[in-house]
């Protein structure tokens, strides 16, 4: 079974970046499509960015040109670069792993953007 784990968060100044890992166990990997979503407190978790298999990558529009989504199969990994971070951005960022027939969530990882 794949298991995922996020890393990399942590407390920024605005306008720093971020660069999130989510690292899968299993070298099936490959045939997951991952997202990213936030959670913000009080707020409803919101998709942030996602990757497909084929390495087509998409972005909420509160990030677009901001946030990028790459993948490193052969590490069974997945990042997400935060660049000009707001506090806005402050959340847990959690990664959502899908494949035909099964999903996974990982733990979530701490952002926050302050002065």
């Known amino acids: 079974q794949v298991q995922l784990v996020e890393s990399g968060g942590g407390l920024v100044q605005p306008g720093g970046s971020l660069r999130l890992a989510c690292a899968a166990s299993g070298n099936i990997f490959r045939s997951y499509a991952v997202n990213w979503y936030r959670q913000a407190p009080g707020k409803q978790r919101e998709w942030v960015s996602g990757i497909t298999v084929s390495g087509t990558t998409n972005y909420a529009e509160s990030v677009k040109g901001r946030f990028t989504i790459s993948r490193d199969n052969a590490k069974n990994t997945v990042y997400l670069q935060m660049n000009s971070l707001r506090p806005e951005d402050t959340a847990i960022y959690y990664c959502?792993?899908?494949?035909?027939?099964?999903?996974?969530w990982g733990q979530g990882t701490q952002v926050t953007v302050s002065p």
């Open positions: 959502k792993g899908v494949t035909l027939g099964d999903s996974r």
